[in-house]
């Protein structure tokens, strides 16, 4: 059974190739099927762009499709970037620069203080209609200094006390055990399992 996942993000999709590498599935992305649209996210909460974007590729496709819509919730910071993760400070700003911003902004607040979570929806749309979301989080606080090389985005200024390190210094197996996107991709696993089964 072929899936698309409508991702343009090279680094979420080397992940989701990680996580259901287990599962009965062609999954292509949206560079392996030649479909190069930049779809809308005008919806106001992770889970509605999620919707969004599966939706939108399985209308056109025909295919069961799965989209990713995720981001940092910094407390500090009233829970920005949020939903504009991708678009903080303009669309073609380096995460160097973003991720120098936010521990600017939070220079000197206090470790009670610089509580954030990674948020992941992903949506999963079957061409009957049919459209479903499971949602995955990591807590974690915002590190004090930029640390680590693997992952991807805002990975390096996040820090998980448990093991005392960013999500960017985990190997890639550990961060996918504990992520957002893990514990979401994991949920979707299921209803695809129950899916292919019938
Ligand atoms: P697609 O819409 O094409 O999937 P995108 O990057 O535009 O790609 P989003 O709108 O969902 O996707 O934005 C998510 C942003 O949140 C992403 O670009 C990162 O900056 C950040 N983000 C999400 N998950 C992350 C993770 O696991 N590690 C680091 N940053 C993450």
Redesign the pocket.
Known sequence: MKVIF????E??MK?IREILKDLDIELCSLKDIGLNIDIE?NGTSFEE?AII?ARTVCDMTGEITL??????EVDYLDKAPGIY??RFLGEDTS?EIKNQYILDRLKNVPEKDRSAR?V?VIACAFPDGETVTRTGVIEGLIAEKISGTN?????PI?YVPEYNCT?ADMPSDLKNQI???GKALRAVKEVLTNYLAV
């Open positions: 409508a991702t343009h993000n680094g979420k992940e996210e762009n974007k989209a990713d819509d995720s981001g940092l993760s991708a995460y990674f992941c992952g991807f985005g805002y990975d996040f999500t992520s957002h996107r």
